[in-house]
């Protein structure tokens, strides 16, 4: 799809669409337990009704995608947001998309659009940690502030971010590092990439000149089958023996260290690889890069470095991939480099 390049007419509101797919910012509390919710109860339209003022800063109008929690979300939801947003672009409705979301799985959508979504025009996930019948609940602020940012002209030529908390994260690094505190989304690698308030929305830098990586919207759910293989002390080879048994097409390795692991998996990894299996060595650490050649040698081993991705996010471009027929081990590495 060709980036749109139209412009919100002079006084009026930006145009803003909500899609709407459950998680923490529309669960409800649970009356059996203090701490317990339900996520996925409150509609799209619960959402904007919950925030004074929202019209005030867009026209908005809300579309139900799914009312689920994040740790249920899939590939088919995945590709209907997908579609959606690009007919939204496509016929000129709306200036910026924003997705509630909820924040287990939100760096992966958001990541996963990042790569789908071809337009210029803003898209933004958000969440909250608290649902929206808590005491001090976070969604609403939360909601305001990604409205903000998708209304706002400097979003442009950014790709996909994640708001909360006040602050903007692009896709690519963006990761959650705390169970449950509310500033819990961060950039381990890079940083945010803005801050937003009630008054003003910041960003760090102007939007990169450079493109970004995208793929055609894969045809149809599932996406192709990529496994995360864990690595962890005294390990053998029997994650890796169990994703090639059931039909794996790609292994992510989530190493140690710089995406290291145990000889016996690395064995394993190396002849799967050799058998024409996508094999990317990422790490479980939680930052940094994994080099390639470095601690164990690419070339030799015939496996990809996922450089400064995670295991979550190095599966979803492995799949992308895969989907566009992408599987020669070079172009596999290029991407990694561009994504």
Do not use: C
């Not at 899609?19 to 910012?25: K, R, V």
């Not at 910041?202 to 995208?214: N, V």
């Not at 992408?326 to 172009?331: G, P, Q, Y």
């Amino acid at each position: 799809m060709a980036a749109s390049s139209s412009t919100v007419a002079p006084g009026a509101l930006p145009r803003i669409t909500i899609l709407a797919t459950g998680g923490t910012i529309a669960g409800k509390a649970n009356a059996n337990s203090a701490v317990g919710y339900t996520a996925g109860q409150a509609t799209a339209q619960d959402l904007i009704d919950a925030v004074p003022g929202l019209d005030k800063i867009a026209t908005l109008q809300a579309v139900q995608i799914s009312n689920i929690g994040s740790q249920d979300m899939n590939d088919q939801v995945w590709l209907d947001l997908a579609h959606k947003i690009d007919e939204i672009f496509a016929g000129d409705q709306a200036d910026g998309v924003v997705v509630t979301h909820g924040t287990d799985t939100i760096e992966e959508t958001a990541f996963f659009l990042d790569h789908v979504v071809a337009s210029d025009k803003p898209v933004v996930l958000v969440g909250s940690m608290r649902p929206s019948t808590a005491l001090s609940a976070d969604g609403p602020a939360n909601l305001r502030s990604a409205v903000q940012v998708a209304a706002d002209s400097q979003a442009r030529g950014r790709g996909t971010m994640v708001v909360l908390n006040d602050t903007i994260h692009g896709a690519k690094d963006v990761t959650k590092s705390n169970t449950t505190s509310v500033q819990t989304f961060t950039s381990p690698n890079s940083g945010p990439i803005g801050h937003v308030d009630a008054a003003a929305v910041q960003f760090a830098g102007p939007a990169t000149t450079q493109p970004r990586l995208t793929f055609p919207v894969p045809g149809k759910a599932p996406l192709p089958h990529v496994d995360i293989v864990y690595s962890h002390a005294g390990m053998d080879a029997t994650q890796v023996d169990d994703a090639l048994g059931h039909g794996a097409l790609g292994i992510v390795l989530a190493g140690v260290g710089d995406g290291n692991t145990a000889k016996p998996v690395v064995d394993a990894l190396s002849a799967a690889a050799k058998r024409g299996v996508l094999v990317v060595r990422s790490s479980r650490v939680g930052s940094g890069s994994v080099v390639r050649n470095a601690e164990l040698n690419d070339d030799e081993l015939g496996t990809v470095s996922a450089l400064g991705l995670n295991p979550a996010k190095s599966r979803i471009l492995l799949q992308l991939l895969l989907s566009d027929g992408i599987t020669d081990v070079a172009k596999v590495q290029q991407a990694f480099g561009d994504s």
